[in-house]
C-alpha cells in the first residue's frame, strides 16, 4: 500500500513538471530574447510621427514589453500620461510666479483645463486597455482612438494659448517646450493605437 502511494505520489509529481514546462514554453513564461524585443519596439516606433522620441522613451521598458503590440500600447500611454503630469505640476508652479500680466495668468488657467482633460482621457485609455477582451476589442480600441485624439488636440490647444498670447521667458519657454514633448508623446500613442486597432481588424 505504501509502494502503491509512494509511486502515485512519484508519478503525479512528473506531471506537475511536465504541465510546468509545457506552460512555460506555450505561454508568456518564456523568455524573449532582448534583441527581439528591442527590434519589435524599434519597427513599432519606425510607424510613429516622431520614431526618435518614441524609441528613447519606450526602449528602456523592452523586458515588460517584450513583443506585444498591446503593452506597447499601454507603456506609450503611461510615459504620455507622466509627461502630461509633470507638464501640468510646471504651469501650475509658472501660475504663481509674481509679476505675471493677467493675459499670462489666464493662459495658464486655459492651459491647466485642457491639461486636466488630457489626463483624463488618457487614464480612461489606459484603463480600458487594461479591459480589452477579443470579444469587445474592437469597440473597446475605438473609443481609445476617440479619447488620445481628443487628448493631443488639448495639448495643441493649450501650447496655442502660449503662443497666442506671446508668453516668453525662460520658464515660460520651459513649459512650451514641454507642452511639445507632451504633445509629441500622445502623438506617437495614438499612432501604435492606430496600429493597434488595423491589426485587430
Known amino acids: 500500500m505504501a509502494a502503491t502511494f509512494s509511486n502515485l505520489s512519484l508519478q503525479f509529481l512528473v506531471i506537475l513538471l511536465s504541465l510546468n514546462s509545457l506552460i512555460d514554453i506555450s505561454l508568456g513564461g518564456r523568455q524573449i530574447d532582448p534583441k527581439s524585443s528591442t527590434q519589435f519596439i524599434k519597427t513599432s516606433c519606425s510607424s510613429t510621427r516622431y520614431p526618435d522620441l518614441c524609441c528613447a522613451t519606450l526602449l528602456s521598458q523592452a523586458s515588460t514589453i517584450q513583443t506585444s503590440p498591446r503593452l506597447m500600447v499601454h507603456a506609450a ?8 503630469k509633470s507638464t501640468t505640476a510646471s504651469v501650475v508652479k509658472l501660475s504663481k510666479t509674481h509679476g505675471l500680466q493677467p493675459k499670462e495668468t489666464n493662459a495658464m488657467q486655459d492651459c491647466l ?9 488618457l487614464r480612461k485609455s489606459i484603463s480600458e486597455m487594461d479591459k480589452i477582451e477579443s470579444a469587445n476589442a474592437g469597440l473597446t480600441v475605438n473609443d481609445i482612438q476617440t479619447w488620445v485624439s481628443a487628448a493631443l488636440t488639448d495639448e495643441t490647444t493649450c501650447s496655442d494659448v502660449f503662443e497666442v498670447e506671446h508668453i516668453s521667458g525662460g520658464a515660460k519657454t520651459s513649459v512650451r517646450s514641454q507642452l511639445l514633448t507632451v504633445a509629441h508623446l500622445t502623438s506617437n500613442a495614438l499612432a501604435l493605437v492606430n496600429d493597434y486597432a488595423s491589426n485587430l481588424a
Request: hydrophobic residues 40%.
Open 77 to 84: 500611454l503611461n510615459v504620455a500620461l507622466g509627461n502630461a
Open 113 to 121: 483645463e485642457v491639461l486636466s482633460d488630457t489626463e483624463e482621457e
